[in-house]
């Protein structure tokens, strides 16, 4: 029955859509709010939006990408296209299967912390629409794993979920590894890969967790109780924009030495460059990690930097200011497999994956 209603949606709707009406008349509309009062309103709309079949087909029916979009298989998983959805949109899983309405091949939920967590004080979400950036201070704030698995267990939608995992804030780095274990033995029947989040610019500390010997304990265990496993989940670290190449160097020697499955490049930078906003303006904003169009070429250099020096034997998920297909097709070219999107989302609209995954993509 509905596959009937998406059929004739399908043929009836591309005729009434109006080009380019989130630009014209959505954003402009949410714009006039709070980016965190918006963003919680989205995501209710879409969980209300599917327990009603019919807007869910209206949802895959605008923005579903065509058939031109080519899988491409990565660690063992079978990714439909190359696109999906960023770490920190659905942090606590809550909107998973109506988010997949809108065509991404896969969605990182999280960051998800063992014990909820209310994050930074608000405001902490910051908009700067003439740069097609963000700023965020949000600090991890979720549900705990506890909620997000109760979410998950309700998913009814085949996208390959994956969980981006950090600390408590209040947890010390010596304990790290205790949340990290106790956030990948739970989460593992519910998700199919994992992401280590050691570079949240927003958690006082975290970045700490990057150094050599501590990143080296901590992917250690986790392959460790990976390989318990019956079926191995593919683990990812994500990666700070902010790293030196030296850093990078020594990140990638452990990657090597743990023979962890991909990395997730990259995370907000802490730096504030490719802005034309002025300092003052800038600075009142305060600190947090900036997103979107500024972020973009730095995210590319270290792709193609990682890509170089593995000898295209590491996959990569590229990520950073990606808002257009030549946005995409940069990532790939410089050594990326799959490419995920959060700030693009927000600016080029609900279409960005139909746009994103048009044939111009490898
Ligand atoms: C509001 C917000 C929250 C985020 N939360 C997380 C998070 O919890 N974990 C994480 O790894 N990255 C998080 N990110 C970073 C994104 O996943 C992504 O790496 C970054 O924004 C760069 O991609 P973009 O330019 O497409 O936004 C967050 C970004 C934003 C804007």
Redesign the pocket.
Known sequence: MYDFLFDILNFVLPLLKPKGMYKIIFKPLLFLFEPETVHHKILNFLKFSHRIPFISVLLRTFFMPKNEAKPVEVFGLHFKNRVGL???FD?NAEAVDALSNFGFSHIEI??VTPRPQPGNLKPR?FRLPKDKA?I?R?G?NNQGVENAIKNLKKRCSDIIVGA?I?KNTDTPNDKANDDYILLFKKLYDYVDYF?V?VS?PNIKDLKELQDKDSLLELLTELKKINATKKKPKPILL?ISPDLTNEQLDDTLYIIQQTNIDGIVA???TAQRYNLSYGKQEIDKIGNG?L??LP?KDRATEMIRYIHQKTQGKLPIIG????MTRKDVQEKLDAGATLV?????FVYEGPGIVRKLTRTSIK
Do not use: D, P, R, W
Request: charged share 5%; proline share 0%.
């Open positions: 960023a770490a920190g942090k999280g960051a979400l963000l965020n949000m991890f981006n950090g992401t989040n949240c994500k990259v995370n907000t990690g997103s979107g972020l990520v950073g200011g990606i995920q999107v959060f700030t693009g």
